[in-house]
């Protein structure tokens, strides 16, 4: 079991950067591949990126070089470090560890909210 909370949101301006935490329990930290998703009103849940066991990001493309996905494994904690913020970027931002059937825990989320 991993239990995730994750910090760091907030209200900025477009163009504004955010750098999101999450917090993870256990020992076993390292064994999981960690991920951020988001979800903005009305719509379905989507993937922003994922950081593997060995640190390898992966991001989705609307990223597109803005959002820089690491870890600390010495802390237990993947951050998600988001620059040039645009109102799309406005959703509630979930942290999320991959086990053995996918993406099977999370965090209670964090609401990211870009101003125009």
């Known amino acids: 079991q991993v239990q995730l909370v994750e910090s760091g949101g907030g209200l900025v301006q477009a163009g504004d950067s955010l750098r999101l935490s999450c917090a993870a329990s256990?020992?076993?930290?390292?064994?999981?591949?960690m991920g951020w998703f988001r979800q903005a009103p009305g719509q379905a849940r989507e993937f922003v990126a994922s950081v593997s066991t060995s640190g390898i990001p992966y991001y989705a493309s609307f990223v597109k070089g803005r959002f820089t996905i690491s870890r600390d494994n010495a802390k237990n904690t993947v951050y998600l470090q988001m620059n040039s913020l645009k109102p799309e970027d406005t959703a509630v931002y979930y942290c999320t560890a991959r086990g053995r059937l996918g993406w099977d825990y999370w965090g209670q989320g964090t609401q990211v909210t870009v101003s125009s």
């Open positions: 256990g020992r076993t930290f390292g064994s999981y591949a």
